[in-house]
């Protein structure tokens, strides 16, 4: 699902959640900026890149080390799958010899 060019975040994600039968706990959402704010408050896991505006960091749940553009959210999503204990049956194939 792509979106683009929506200054109010809010609308379209509104609608994904609606369209996905999703809660706010259930989302992971990245941002870096105050356009972002809106949803990086009310969802269930917030991330950001390192370099993200300063008003944004201490407001989510996650900084990345990387910055945007720089695999900040292969970080993020590397995270993810290790803490939700997918990890290992996800890329196993890729570490047999």
């Known amino acids: ?3 683009q060019k929506a200054l109010n975040k809010l609308d ?7 369209a996905e ?8 959402y990245m941002g870096d900026d105050v356009v ?6 009310r ?8 370099d993200a505006i300063p008003e944004v960091l201490p407001l989510v749940d996650y900084v990345a080390v990387r910055s945007g553009g720089r695999g900040a ?6 995270l993810l799958l290790k803490a939700s204990g997918q ?3 996800l890329t196993k ?4 010899d």
């Open 12 to 18: 379209p994600y509104r609608e994904i959640l609606s």
């Open 93 to 96: 194939r890729y570490f047999k």
């Open 43 to 50: 969802v269930g896991f917030s991330a950001t890149v390192a």
């Open 73 to 78: 959210v292969r970080e993020v999503c590397d």
């Open 21 to 28: 039968g999703l809660a706010d706990e259930q989302v992971a």
């Open 87 to 89: 990890w290992d049956s």
């Open 36 to 41: 972002d704010l809106p949803i990086l408050r």
């Open 1 to 3: 699902i792509l979106y």
